[in-house]
Protein backbone atom coordinates (compact mmCIF):
# COMPACT_ATOMS: atom_id res chain seq x y z
CA UNK A 1 0.00 0.00 0.00
CA UNK A 2 1.11 3.21 -0.90
CA UNK A 3 1.92 5.17 2.41
CA UNK A 4 -0.21 7.89 2.93
CA UNK A 5 2.30 10.59 4.12
CA UNK A 6 1.17 10.21 7.93
CA UNK A 7 3.70 12.21 10.13
CA UNK A 8 3.27 10.88 14.07
CA UNK A 9 3.81 13.19 16.50
CA UNK A 10 4.46 12.15 20.47
CA UNK A 11 2.64 14.07 23.67
CA UNK A 12 1.48 16.55 21.18
CA UNK A 13 4.55 17.75 20.20
CA UNK A 14 6.25 19.12 16.97
CA UNK A 15 9.51 16.99 15.81
CA UNK A 16 11.91 19.97 14.99
CA UNK A 17 14.97 19.83 13.02
CA UNK A 18 16.77 22.28 15.55
CA UNK A 19 16.28 25.26 13.64
CA UNK A 20 12.79 26.63 14.49
CA UNK A 21 11.16 24.61 11.76
CA UNK A 22 9.09 21.48 11.17
CA UNK A 23 9.34 19.55 7.87
CA UNK A 24 6.37 17.93 6.35
CA UNK A 25 5.58 14.83 5.05
CA UNK A 26 6.74 16.21 1.44
CA UNK A 27 9.93 17.06 2.50
CA UNK A 28 9.09 20.82 2.92
CA UNK A 29 9.07 23.01 5.99
CA UNK A 30 6.79 24.74 8.20
CA UNK A 31 7.58 27.99 9.81
CA UNK A 32 7.79 27.90 13.23
CA UNK A 33 4.54 30.22 14.24
CA UNK A 34 2.45 27.48 12.10
CA UNK A 35 3.50 24.64 14.43
CA UNK A 36 2.83 26.88 17.34
CA UNK A 37 -0.40 27.70 16.33
CA UNK A 38 -0.93 23.97 15.27
CA UNK A 39 0.05 23.07 19.29
CA UNK A 40 -2.24 25.95 20.67
CA UNK A 41 -4.77 24.12 19.09
CA UNK A 42 -3.56 20.60 20.14
CA UNK A 43 -3.74 21.96 23.59
CA UNK A 44 -7.30 23.47 23.35
CA UNK A 45 -8.59 20.46 21.27
CA UNK A 46 -7.08 17.92 23.27
CA UNK A 47 -5.89 15.99 20.23
CA UNK A 48 -2.74 15.95 18.33
CA UNK A 49 -2.28 16.38 14.15
CA UNK A 50 -1.74 12.55 14.25
CA UNK A 51 -4.86 11.46 16.14
CA UNK A 52 -6.82 13.51 13.43
CA UNK A 53 -5.64 11.66 10.63
CA UNK A 54 -6.24 8.37 12.02
CA UNK A 55 -9.77 9.83 12.93
CA UNK A 56 -10.39 11.15 9.33
CA UNK A 57 -13.86 9.99 7.65
CA UNK A 58 -11.46 8.64 4.86
CA UNK A 59 -8.99 6.94 7.06
CA UNK A 60 -12.05 4.72 8.66
CA UNK A 61 -13.55 4.01 5.82
CA UNK A 62 -10.78 2.96 4.06
CA UNK A 63 -9.91 0.36 7.26
CA UNK A 64 -13.47 -0.27 7.63
CA UNK A 65 -13.48 1.44 11.11
CA UNK A 66 -16.86 3.62 10.75
CA UNK A 67 -19.76 1.02 10.98
CA UNK A 68 -22.60 2.00 13.34
CA UNK A 69 -23.40 0.61 16.44
CA UNK A 70 -24.95 -2.67 16.96
CA UNK A 71 -28.37 -3.20 16.70
CA UNK A 72 -28.93 -5.66 19.57
CA UNK A 73 -32.77 -5.74 19.41
CA UNK A 74 -32.34 -6.76 15.52
CA UNK A 75 -29.97 -9.68 16.78
CA UNK A 76 -32.25 -10.89 19.24
CA UNK A 77 -35.30 -11.32 16.93
CA UNK A 78 -33.17 -12.96 14.28
CA UNK A 79 -31.84 -15.83 16.88
CA UNK A 80 -35.31 -16.16 17.86
CA UNK A 81 -36.54 -17.12 14.51
CA UNK A 82 -33.19 -19.47 13.76
CA UNK A 83 -34.32 -21.31 17.02
CA UNK A 84 -38.09 -21.87 15.46
CA UNK A 85 -36.94 -22.57 12.17
CA UNK A 86 -34.89 -25.26 13.51
CA UNK A 87 -37.48 -26.23 15.72
CA UNK A 88 -36.68 -25.20 18.75
CA UNK A 89 -38.45 -23.55 21.51
CA UNK A 90 -37.25 -20.06 22.14
CA UNK A 91 -39.76 -19.87 25.55
CA UNK A 92 -37.93 -22.95 27.31
CA UNK A 93 -35.64 -22.31 30.10
CA UNK A 94 -32.37 -22.73 28.80
CA UNK A 95 -33.35 -20.50 25.60
CA UNK A 96 -34.84 -17.71 26.85
CA UNK A 97 -31.88 -15.82 27.27
CA UNK A 98 -29.94 -16.94 24.54
CA UNK A 99 -30.59 -13.83 21.85
CA UNK A 100 -29.82 -11.74 24.51
CA UNK A 101 -26.66 -13.42 24.93
CA UNK A 102 -25.97 -14.00 21.28
CA UNK A 103 -26.52 -10.38 20.83
CA UNK A 104 -23.80 -9.32 23.58
CA UNK A 105 -21.54 -12.00 21.91
CA UNK A 106 -21.93 -10.53 18.41
CA UNK A 107 -21.37 -6.65 19.43
CA UNK A 108 -17.80 -8.79 21.33
CA UNK A 109 -16.68 -10.26 18.24
CA UNK A 110 -17.60 -7.73 15.85
CA UNK A 111 -16.39 -4.45 17.78
CA UNK A 112 -13.74 -4.17 15.60
CA UNK A 113 -15.56 -2.38 13.05
CA UNK A 114 -15.76 0.44 15.50
CA UNK A 115 -12.66 0.67 17.00
CA UNK A 116 -11.18 4.16 17.26
CA UNK A 117 -7.13 3.80 16.17
CA UNK A 118 -6.47 7.20 17.84
CA UNK A 119 -7.06 5.00 21.09
CA UNK A 120 -5.95 1.35 20.04
CA UNK A 121 -2.42 3.36 19.38
CA UNK A 122 -2.51 5.90 22.07
CA UNK A 123 -0.03 8.18 20.90
CA UNK A 124 2.19 5.10 21.54
CA UNK A 125 4.89 6.36 18.45
CA UNK A 126 8.33 7.26 19.28
CA UNK A 127 10.98 8.61 17.42
CA UNK A 128 13.67 6.04 17.51
CA UNK A 129 17.28 5.54 15.92
CA UNK A 130 16.80 1.81 15.41
CA UNK A 131 16.92 0.65 12.05
CA UNK A 132 16.59 -2.87 11.88
CA UNK A 133 13.71 -5.51 12.12
CA UNK A 134 11.06 -5.84 14.71
CA UNK A 135 9.40 -9.06 15.40
CA UNK A 136 6.47 -9.62 17.37
CA UNK A 137 5.40 -13.64 17.27
CA UNK A 138 2.86 -15.81 18.24
CA UNK A 139 0.05 -13.08 18.59
CA UNK A 140 -3.66 -14.92 19.52
CA UNK A 141 -6.44 -14.16 17.01
CA UNK A 142 -9.66 -14.95 17.24
CA UNK A 143 -12.18 -14.04 14.24
CA UNK A 144 -15.09 -14.98 12.46
CA UNK A 145 -15.23 -15.96 8.77
CA UNK A 146 -17.74 -14.28 6.39
CA UNK A 147 -18.89 -17.26 4.93
CA UNK A 148 -20.41 -19.10 7.30
CA UNK A 149 -20.29 -16.63 10.66
CA UNK A 150 -18.20 -19.40 12.29
CA UNK A 151 -14.88 -19.12 14.04
CA UNK A 152 -11.72 -19.06 12.92
CA UNK A 153 -8.22 -19.09 14.88
CA UNK A 154 -4.46 -18.73 15.08
CA UNK A 155 -1.30 -16.79 15.65
CA UNK A 156 0.51 -13.73 13.36
CA UNK A 157 3.58 -13.20 12.80
CA UNK A 158 4.41 -9.12 12.40
CA UNK A 159 7.68 -7.43 11.40
CA UNK A 160 8.46 -4.37 10.47
CA UNK A 161 11.85 -2.27 9.40
CA UNK A 162 11.67 1.46 11.01
CA UNK A 163 11.48 4.26 9.01
CA UNK A 164 11.84 7.37 11.68
CA UNK A 165 9.15 5.68 14.29
CA UNK A 166 8.83 2.40 16.45
CA UNK A 167 5.28 1.43 17.77
CA UNK A 168 4.84 0.30 21.13
CA UNK A 169 5.40 -2.98 21.79
CA UNK A 170 1.36 -4.10 22.68
CA UNK A 171 0.17 -2.34 20.12
CA UNK A 172 0.42 -4.62 17.50
CA UNK A 173 -1.39 -7.44 19.08
CA UNK A 174 -4.17 -4.30 19.73
CA UNK A 175 -4.12 -3.77 15.83
CA UNK A 176 -4.91 -7.49 14.94
CA UNK A 177 -7.29 -7.51 17.00
CA UNK A 178 -8.95 -4.38 15.34
CA UNK A 179 -8.59 -6.04 12.22
CA UNK A 180 -9.72 -9.82 13.39
CA UNK A 181 -12.73 -8.81 15.35
CA UNK A 182 -15.08 -8.39 12.34
CA UNK A 183 -16.23 -10.87 9.54
CA UNK A 184 -13.15 -11.62 7.46
CA UNK A 185 -10.80 -14.03 5.26
CA UNK A 186 -7.66 -14.77 6.22
CA UNK A 187 -5.94 -13.13 3.12
CA UNK A 188 -8.01 -10.05 3.75
CA UNK A 189 -6.95 -10.15 7.54
CA UNK A 190 -3.47 -10.33 6.57
CA UNK A 191 -3.11 -7.68 3.84
CA UNK A 192 -5.10 -5.37 6.40
CA UNK A 193 -2.59 -5.64 9.01
CA UNK A 194 0.33 -5.10 7.02
CA UNK A 195 -1.08 -2.13 5.13
CA UNK A 196 -2.61 -0.24 8.21
CA UNK A 197 1.19 -0.59 9.85
CA UNK A 198 2.81 0.30 6.76
CA UNK A 199 0.60 3.63 6.35
CA UNK A 200 0.98 4.73 9.87
CA UNK A 201 4.38 4.12 11.02
CA UNK A 202 5.63 4.90 7.48
CA UNK A 203 7.83 1.97 7.26
CA UNK A 204 10.75 0.96 4.80
CA UNK A 205 9.22 -2.35 5.49
CA UNK A 206 6.12 -4.77 6.74
CA UNK A 207 5.81 -8.33 7.28
CA UNK A 208 2.58 -10.57 8.44
CA UNK A 209 2.14 -14.21 8.39
CA UNK A 210 -0.78 -15.46 9.75
CA UNK A 211 -1.28 -19.16 10.78
CA UNK A 212 -5.09 -20.27 11.23
CA UNK A 213 -7.68 -22.97 11.93
CA UNK A 214 -11.18 -22.46 10.53
CA UNK A 215 -14.49 -23.95 12.27
CA UNK A 216 -15.93 -24.19 8.76
CA UNK A 217 -14.16 -26.82 7.57
CA UNK A 218 -13.32 -28.64 10.84
CA UNK A 219 -16.77 -29.17 12.10
CA UNK A 220 -18.54 -29.03 8.69
CA UNK A 221 -18.02 -29.86 4.82
CA UNK A 222 -14.88 -31.92 4.40
CA UNK A 223 -14.40 -32.05 8.39
CA UNK A 224 -10.63 -31.82 8.34
CA UNK A 225 -9.74 -31.58 12.14
CA UNK A 226 -5.87 -31.12 11.30
CA UNK A 227 -5.81 -28.97 8.29
CA UNK A 228 -4.34 -25.26 8.82
CA UNK A 229 -4.18 -22.49 6.36
CA UNK A 230 -1.35 -20.05 6.66
CA UNK A 231 -1.50 -16.26 4.50
CA UNK A 232 1.41 -13.55 4.12
CA UNK A 233 2.37 -9.96 3.14
CA UNK A 234 5.49 -8.46 2.25
CA UNK A 235 5.28 -4.61 1.82
CA UNK A 236 7.98 -2.30 0.90
CA UNK A 237 12.05 -3.95 1.65
CA UNK A 238 10.07 -7.46 2.50
CA UNK A 239 9.21 -7.23 -0.97
CA UNK A 240 11.99 -6.53 -2.58
CA UNK A 241 14.33 -8.00 -0.43
CA UNK A 242 14.50 -12.00 -0.48
CA UNK A 243 17.42 -12.02 2.20
CA UNK A 244 15.22 -9.72 4.97
CA UNK A 245 12.33 -12.15 3.72
CA UNK A 246 14.01 -15.28 4.71
CA UNK A 247 15.24 -13.41 7.74
CA UNK A 248 11.94 -13.28 9.10
CA UNK A 249 10.65 -16.31 7.78
CA UNK A 250 13.13 -18.21 9.63
CA UNK A 251 12.88 -16.26 12.57
CA UNK A 252 8.95 -17.26 13.44
CA UNK A 253 10.23 -20.87 12.14
CA UNK A 254 12.62 -21.22 14.77
CA UNK A 255 10.28 -19.55 17.17
CA UNK A 256 7.39 -22.82 16.19
CA UNK A 257 9.53 -25.34 16.44
CA UNK A 258 11.00 -24.46 20.00
CA UNK A 259 7.64 -24.02 20.62
CA UNK A 260 6.48 -27.67 19.75
CA UNK A 261 9.04 -28.75 21.57
CA UNK A 262 7.97 -27.38 25.20
Same mark, same amino acid.
Given at each position: ??Q ?10 A ?5 GH?? +? ?5 ? %?????R *?? @??? $?? =? ?5 FD ?5 DD ?6 L?F???D ?7 V ?12 R ?5 T ?6 A???LL??YR? +?P???I? %?????? *?? @??? $?? =?R???YF????H?M?P?M????V ?6 K?I ?9 D ?8 Q???T?Q ?5 E??LG??G ?17 G?L ?13 K??K?L ?6 H??RAS ?6
Amino acid at each position: MKQSGFSPKTNGKANGNGNGHEH +DSRGGAK %NGAEVR *ER @DVE $VL =VHGETPFDAELRSDDFLRRYELDFPEVDRDTIMNAVKNILYAVGEDPDREGLLSTPKRVAGAYEELLSGYRM +DPASVIN %NAIFDV *EY @DDM $VI =VRDIEYFSLCEHHMLPFMGHAHVAYIPGEKVIGLSKIPRIVDMFSRRLQVQERLTQQIAGFLEEVLGAKGVAVIMDGVHMCSMMRGVGKLHSGMSTSAFLGEFKTDKTLRQEFIQHVERASSKKSLL
